[in-house]
């Protein structure tokens, strides 16, 4: 089991950067990580993901090319660095894991067994 915090949120204008952190409360080698977002009123949805060893990343198109995910598992710690913010960015961020056993492609929220409370970000115009 895994507990994830995360942090880094805040307000920001649009083509600003932030960096948020997912501080994981277990061993973090053993899981696949992602990061979803959700804005209100809409469904949580795909950001990013990144193998329990950081060789494979992936990311949804609309922040393909402007955000960044990595990990550090010495620290048990996933990053998400945002770069050229937009307001259509803005949501509640979430982190999620997912036993390195049970890989299923990282995109779909149901195949994420733990999850963080989130972190809000906000891209003002």
């Known amino acids: 089991q895994v507990e994830l915090v995360e942090s880094g949120g805040g307000l920001v204008q649009a083509g600003g950067s932030l960096r948020l952190s997912c501080a994981a409360y277990?061993?973090?080698?053993?899981?696949?990580m992602g990061w979803f977002r959700q804005a209100p009123g809409k469904e949580r949805v795909f950001v990013a993901g990144?193998?329990?060893?950081?060789?494979?990343?992936y990311y949804a198109d609309s922040v393909q090319g402007r955000f960044t995910i990595s990990r550090d598992n010495a620290k048990n710690t996933v990053y998400l660095q945002m770069n050229s913010l937009k307001p259509e960015d803005t949501a509640v961020y979430y982190c999620?894991?997912?036993?390195?056993?049970?890989?299923?492609?990282?995109?779909?929220?149901?195949?994420?067994?733990?999850w963080g409370r989130g972190t809000q970000v906000t891209v003002s115009s």
């Open positions: 990144i193998t329990w060893s950081g060789g494979g990343t």
């Open positions: 277990g061993i973090l080698s053993s899981y696949h």
């Open positions: 999620a894991a997912i036993e390195r056993e049970k890989y299923y492609g990282l995109r779909d929220p149901h195949e994420y067994a733990y």
